[in-house]
């Protein structure tokens, strides 16, 4: 039983750390973008609204504008964010 009981400590162990090493180098927080607002500038403005609180607790309000590139992408813009 304390056989046992070491062993599933360890691959306890083991599965946390490898869990959060995966978290970790998988999580988009750790990745940069570069922002270019050149394109903003040559793109049009295909539909902008406000929003605000979802409910008492998701809270925030903004501006939500939605632009197209001339390449065809498109792209959302949050302003005003709050």
């Known amino acids: ?3 046992l009981l070491s062993t599933a400590l360890v691959a306890g162990a083991l599965g946390f750390a490898a869990g959060n090493a995966f978290w970790y180098l998988a ?3 750790w990745i ?3 922002v270019s607002e050149a394109a903003a500038a040559e793109s049009r403005v ?4 406000e929003f605000r609180d979802a409910d ?3 809270r925030g309000s903004g501006t939500a504008t939605i632009h197209a590139e001339p390449g065809g992408k ?4 949050l302003s005003n964010f709050k």
């Open 1 to 3: 039983m304390n056989k």
């Open 27 to 29: 999580s988009p927080l």
């Open 32 to 34: 940069d973008v570069t």
């Open 46 to 49: 295909v539909k902008s609204g």
């Open 56 to 58: 008492s607790i998701h």
């Open 74 to 77: 498109n792209f959302a813009r």
